[in-house]
């Protein structure tokens, strides 16, 4: 994921300060790329855009919704159906410009609003991908990107479910993006791109033969203008800290601050429809492959990988959340199974495409267990009343998926390696894999994103408690979200 930097690439100084290298060693000449723009490219990413769009609407509307109780099941379907169209018009309108658009002095933390209302983007206008020479429409980026925005706000509600009022949690969705999540898409995913990468290390190595310090500098400049997080070496190939921890932080954050539910812990607050949140849960499966393996931009071999990656780690998930809960509490329970389904499409988000199906299944498997531990112990012990496990499954499971890419992308243990971008004379190569590296770059993304989503998420809920109240009125909880925020029922009595 990535767009072009609206930068100076290559000033008439730097070229002129070239040529008595280019005469010096003529390996070093400034590769030259065709764009190639592939139909069968724009044919998968067209696919994965409608299939991230079902993951969110109907999926997890549904998921959701068979979660709680007859008298919210409406309410949820509107929280997030409304949520996905409001950030739909935010992105065009300037969410993508903060995502993927240069940012001046503050292009390492966000993007700036040259691409506002979609200026400057048409029907010729092209991104790269992670291929050199191969290009996608910015149309197919636009829209790609868009339902991944869409979705992460859509997350969050699931913690406080059944008890947040319907325009304060508008408010919040829409200062949430724009700070929180906007900021960390381009800190995480924001670069140059293979062929911009490959040519200003060129022009960086021919200014280096040539004694020119300041084009040099200017080349080492552009190579190093990414985002925070990329510029840190780690990985995210899906998701993993932009989604997924962000989303399950700012949820926790918000159970928190809200409040325990109305009889929480005396009242049955049972799932009142597991056929509802098995149907959801089967459409977030299908559409998450759009999710991982539309991430790779292309429809290649690393397109395979990550669909492949995505049945195994997902299965994984299931089977030991399922054996794990038939073990300790005695019964396998078909919400147990879904859920463990979900935790392992959320731990191989941001490894779908870096590691190998063995790592995947492990993967899958060991983040099963432990957030099936959490949810079913950790949770209680600390008396949590995170509605629908958000931060127990997305939060946690991203953390476990997260750090562990910077494992399984070893090609000694089945992994895609690291790849090395700025290779000469531009043909795709995997790098050095260094664990040690690795773990430190993945485990910095990590705290950086549980911090970021964590403080900001909890400005954000304070300002808007203290403007319009997040909670609604006890006696409007205990009728039900439904009749009281909507005017509606889900089901006829």
Request: aromatic share 12%; proline share 3%; net charge negative.
């Amino acid at each position: 994921m990535m767009m072009k930097k609206l930068l100076s690439l290559a000033s008439a100084g730097l070229l002129a300060a070239a040529m008595p290298a280019l005469a010096q060693d003529a390996a070093l000449v400034p590769y030259a790329y065709e764009k190639a723009v592939h139909g069968g490219d724009i044919a998968w990413m067209s696919i994965s855009t409608v299939l991230v769009l079902l993951m969110t609407v109907p999926g997890l509307a549904l998921f959701y919704g068979g979660l709680v109780r007859t008298k919210n099941m409406l309410s949820m379907l509107t929280q997030v159906f409304a949520i996905s169209a409001v950030v739909c018009i935010i992105w065009v309108v300037y969410g993508y410009s903060m995502a993927f658009s240069y940012g001046g002095s503050m292009d390492t933390y966000v993007g700036g609003f040259s691409k506002m209302f979609l200026s400057g983007v048409d029907a010729t206008t092209l991104v790269p991908t992670f291929t050199n020479g191969v290009w996608l429409p910015e149309y197919t980026f636009i829209a790609f990107q868009m339902t991944f925005a869409m979705i992460t706000p859509a997350l969050i509600v699931g913690a406080f479910a059944e008890r947040m009022k319907f325009s304060s949690l508008l408010v919040f969705s829409i200062l949430w993006v724009t700070f929180i999540y906007f900021p960390m898409a381009h800190m995480v995913w924001w670069w140059g791109g293979p062929d911009f990468l490959a040519e200003q290390q060129t022009l960086k190595l021919i200014a280096e033969a040539a004694g020119d310090t300041a084009g040099a500098e200017a080349a080492a400049a552009n190579l190093a203008a990414n985002g925070l997080l990329w510029n840190w070496g780690a990985l995210d190939f899906a998701g993993g800290t932009v989604v997924h921890i962000n989303a399950g932080v700012a949820g926790l954050v918000g159970c928190i601050m809200l409040g325990k539910r109305v009889g929480y812990g005396k009242d049955s607050m049972a799932p009142h429809s597991l056929t509802m949140t098995m149907i959801g849960g089967a459409l977030l499966w299908v559409g998450w492959f759009g999710f991982n393996a539309g991430s790779n931009l292309e429809s290649n071999a690393i397109t395979s990988l990550a669909i492949v990656n995505t049945f195994v780690a997902t299965a994984g998930g299931g089977v030991a959340w399922m054996f794990a809960e038939w073990l300790l509490k005695g019964k396998p329970s078909l919400l147990g199974l879904i859920s463990g389904v979900v935790t392992g499409l959320v731990a191989v988000t941001p490894a779908a495409g870096f590691a190998g199906p063995m790592g995947a299944l492990v993967l899958g498997l060991f983040a099963g267990v432990a957030c099936f531990f959490f949810v079913a112990y950790v949770k209680n012990m600390f008396k949590l009343d995170d509605s629908l496990d958000v931060f127990g499954i997305h939060g946690l499971a991203g953390i476990i998926g997260s750090i562990a890419t910077g494992i399984l992308v070893s090609p000694a243990l089945g992994g895609a390696g690291i790849p090395d971008y700025t290779s000469l004379p531009g043909t795709l190569q995997v790098g050095a894999y260094d664990m040690a590296f690795m773990l430190t770059a993945q485990t910095k993304a990590v705290l950086f994103t549980v911090a970021f989503s964590g403080i900001g998420s909890f400005i954000l809920f304070k300002l808007v408690d203290m403007v319009m109240g997040l909670r609604v009125k006890e006696d409007i909880e205990r009728e039900g979200l439904d009749l009281a925020e909507h005017g509606e029922r889900a089901y006829n009595q």
